[in-house]
């Protein structure tokens, strides 16, 4: 999967556009609702199901990438469904997801992919009415729905990051074209094999149960294993790194990490981002388990440690950029600003605050108000601006919450449940097997 690699800028943005657009997609579903007949609620089952399968399908099949599933689907519901009809179903669709996902990550998705197929059906429907053929109104549902799909999550990324719309809307653009012909293919062949079936009832809808109960499984599947996966990294890298004498705090990387993705997450990333910034934060310094090296020579050593390994693709080119300088004096290539890839910039912040903040071998740390200080001095020469003023609150928050609670919040690179430490919580056992943390939940000691 490709990331941005540096957005323009790095503000964060209330979550009220989020939310508006989610409740305005619920609301026409809940029309939709009202207006439907008991023929129309076979056709509706039919494709909330086969969307839903869509959406859940965890792996990306050769020349059918899951990311052309969906839309793909949503544009046969253009073509079968009226507007109210078509909107409801894909809302339904988007709310199995909600057994495998968490809301706040299903609600923009939603609300693109509901919205989308409205206008697109009213379009259709409209252009149907003034006496336009049918291929024309197919034609013209399928423009109106492409621009709504890029348009709103354009102007999500307009909202959150400060941009102008266009360069946003271009981006989502210049992300789906290369997927279009797959798009609209598989459209076209859905469209086909359900108008087809239209005929046979509810036959099809038991089968069509059993399978999207088999997608829902094999979604929370996925994120199981991904949880297995984030855990054994989590549990053997700081005892590895710990073990060559590399850090000598069993917390600090453990620390690092959990800052690394507190930002991401405070900057509304994509969880699949968020949790390639946490694994590179995790393997920032891998590179010296190379004995006799350069210091200077750990980052490509880790770089080339890590891209070997399929799921951290992502996350090692944040390991070979974290020690380049916003001023372009780093290294190892000396890029500055933000041709800096976003997730080094990150890790170099929070790499930078928990050095000053942790006690060397033979030394003192200094105060979290210091370290700040010390870190905004930096700020635009050796740092982002926009990410120093981010670590001040995750500075506050650790301090607030104690590192154990703060560390269960973001291990993993995904939210989990803020504010509150659940005994179930895989961080808590993290914090008990690798740190030494007191499991009570008012406990803010750490045994180093």
Not at 126 to 137: D, E, Q, T
Not at 364 to 370: G, L
Not at 374 to 391: C, H, K, N, W, Y
Request: hydrophobic share 45%; with cysteine; aromatic share 8%.
């Amino acid at each position: 999967m490709q990331f941005p690699k540096h957005p323009i800028s790095i503000q964060r943005y209330s979550s009220f556009h989020r939310y508006a657009l989610a409740a305005v997609a619920s609301s026409i579903a809940a029309f939709g609702a009202t207006r439907l007949t008991l023929k129309g609620l076979n056709v509706v089952v039919m494709f909330t199901l086969i969307h839903g399968m869509a959406n859940l399908t965890p792996l990306e099949l050769g020349f059918l990438p899951k990311t052309s599933i969906g839309p793909s689907a949503c544009i046969a519901s253009v073509f079968v469904l009226d507007p109210w009809s078509g909107a409801l179903s894909t809302f339904c669709s988007s709310m199995l997801e909600l057994a495998a996902k968490p809301f706040q990550e299903v609600a923009p998705s939603m609300s693109k992919a509901v919205l989308s197929v409205f206008m697109g059906g009213i379009c259709r429907h409209w252009v149907l009415r003034v006496g336009g053929s049918h291929v024309l109104a197919a034609a013209a549902a399928v423009l109106v729905f492409l621009t709504c799909y890029t348009l709103i999550p354009g102007f999500l990324e307009m909202a959150r990051l400060r941009l102008p719309l266009l360069p946003a809307w271009g981006k989502e653009i210049r992300t789906l074209a290369p997927k279009l012909p797959v798009i609209l293919g598989l459209a076209f062949l859905l469209r086909e094999v359900l108008v087809a079936n239209v005929s046979s009832g509810w036959a099809w809808v038991p089968v069509l149960f059993v399978i999207a109960a088999l997608a829902v499984y094999a979604s929370t599947m996925s994120r199981r294993m991904e949880e297995l996966f984030s855990s054994t990294l989590t549990t053997l890298v700081p005892i590895i790194l710990r073990s060559g004498g590399i850090h000598g705090d069993r917390i600090f990387v453990l620390r690092v990490a959990s800052h690394a993705a507190a930002i991401a997450q405070k900057l509304l990333l994509p969880e699949p981002y968020v949790r390639s910034v946490y694994y590179g934060a995790l393997l920032h310094d891998i590179g010296f388990v190379a004995e006799g090296k350069d210091e200077s020579e750990h980052v490509q050593i880790g770089y080339e440690i890590v891209k070997g390994i399929d799921t951290l693709k992502d996350a090692a080119s944040f390991v070979l950029h974290h020690h380049e300088r916003f001023d372009g004096k780093g290294y190892p290539l000396g890029l500055s600003g933000r041709d800096i890839p976003l997730g080094a910039r990150i890790i170099a912040v929070a790499d930078r605050y928990v050095s000053l903040t942790t006690a060397p071998p033979n030394g003192h740390s200094v105060s979290i108000q210091e370290a700040l200080k010390t870190m905004r001095a930096s700020a635009g020469v050796q740092f982002d601006p926009d990410l120093v003023e981010l670590i001040t609150e995750t500075a506050e928050e650790e301090e607030e919450l104690g590192f154990a609670v703060f560390f269960d919040n973001y291990c993993f690179g995904s939210s989990r449940n803020p504010q509150r430490w659940k005994a179930e919580s895989p961080g808590q056992h993290i914090c008990q097997m690798v740190v030494g943390i007191d499991s009570s939940p008012g406990d803010k000691t750490v045994s180093s």
